[in-house]
């Protein structure tokens, strides 16, 4: 086989405060012919996400940093389309860790394979993914259960809209903010929300308050900042929250004030866990059951924003910060 050429998005440069395009810069890279066990694939998806932005920065946090003239890295659906290794074939479909590429060579020990008649295959990167398996590893380490009145930040985001649809499928009440009019809309209509807010609208607590009076029991965490400080207001005696993610501050370059009610973890007896779905991979073989069954049946909905092209994959993640998404933000690659 000829040797190929894929392009492939690098880090330029790291950035201080909002990612700008001239961070990345695109590259053309010529890949040799597979060599005995390696395997060849052209990714059809990419994920971009929220957790990448700390990755851009100088200093390992709970994943090594991306290195400066290298390509990034992050989820990718993928098909093969040569294989030196007896463990894939030609037109298999993979999930990897290599993204913001259009092929790769890799060992089929750090390849995945996953059931193509399943579409769309953007799915893998959404509610059968990491997304999937961070909203369901979220509600399950707090044990979430029927009766709970559940708050959402982000909740027309990847994770969010997932934490939710399940958390209704446990019988709980659920509430969310998101940014828009059509977010509160999706959220309501789509998703099975029993009530839901613009942030942008109004005071947080103030919306919060009118929906649910009589208080909380979870606070789904995945904005930081005014949403966690008007949950604290709002949680009641014993309730937890799952910390999951900040993005209101990832892109700050001074470190921001904690919430000024901090004292309502001690008044109330609050419990707060932080999640790293990473965690929790040994359990992925119980969550593919049940939330692919959820998925399967219709029960569970896939939404996803699609960018089409590589060259469109810097514009999806920094859109990720503008509230551009509704749901998972994915990049079509082929």
């Known amino acids: 086989m000829e040797k190929i050429t894929s ?13 700008v395009a001239d961070n ?15 395997v060849l694939v052209r990714n059809l998806f990419m994920s971009v996400d929220p957790y990448m932005r700390g990755r851009m920065n100088a200093g390992e946090s709970y994943v090594p940093p991306f290195e400066l003239g290298n390509p990034l890295e992050g989820g990718a659906v993928g098909e093969v389309i040569e294989s030196r290794a007896k463990e894939f074939k030609p037109g298999d479909i993979v ?31 959404g509610v059968l993914g990491m997304t999937g398996m961070t909203a369901w590893a979220g509600l399950n380490l707090v044990e979430v259960t029927a009766g709970d009145v559940v708050f959402i930040s982000g909740a027309a985001g990847a994770v969010g809209n997932v934490a939710g649809q399940l958390a209704k ?19 309501l209509e789509q998703c099975g929300f029993d009530a839901a807010f613009d ?30 400080e008007a949950a604290l207001a709002a949680l009641r005696l014993h309730g937890r929250i799952i910390a999951c993610g900040g993005i209101s501050g990832y892109n700050s370059s001074a470190a921001r004030p904690g919430p000024a009610n901090l ?7 609050l419990t ?3 999640l790293i779905v990473r965690d929790w991979l040994d ?15 219709g029960r569970l909905k896939n939404e996803e924003t699609v960018a089409v092209g590589i060259e469109r994959a810097v514009e999806a993640f920094l859109g990720l910060f503008q509230g551009k998404n509704s749901g998972k933000m994915v990049v079509k690659l082929a």
């Not at 890279?29 to 005995?36: A, I, N, V």
């Not at 089929?108 to 893998?124: A, G, I, T």
């Not at 005071?203 to 966690?228: H, K, M, R, S, W």
């Not at 004292?263 to 007896?269: F, P």
């Open 263 to 269: 004292g309502n973890m001690v008044t109330k007896r």
């Open 283 to 297: 359990q992925q073989e119980k969550f593919e059951q049940e939330v692919g069954g959820l998925f399967r049946s």
């Open 24 to 38: 990345f810069i695109m590259v053309p890279t010529e890949l040799e012919p597979p060599q005995d066990q390696q």
């Open 199 to 228: 942030y942008k609208a109004g005071p947080t607590l103030a919306q919060l308050n009118l929906a649910a009076p009589d208080g909380i029991d979870v606070y789904f965490d995945n904005v930081g900042g005014e949403p966690l």
């Open 169 to 187: 499928l446990r019988g709980c009440r659920v509430i969310g903010s998101a940014g828009s009019a059509a977010k509160v809309r999706f959220l």
């Open 272 to 274: 707060m866990k932080g």
């Open 95 to 125: 999930t990897s860790n290599f993204g913001w590429r259009e092929y790769f060579l890799a060992s089929p020990k750090v390849l995945r394979p996953v059931s193509r008649p399943v579409q769309p295959l953007s799915v893998y990167l």
């Open 7 to 19: 392009r492939e998005i690098r880090l330029a440069s790291r950035p201080v405060g909002m990612p």
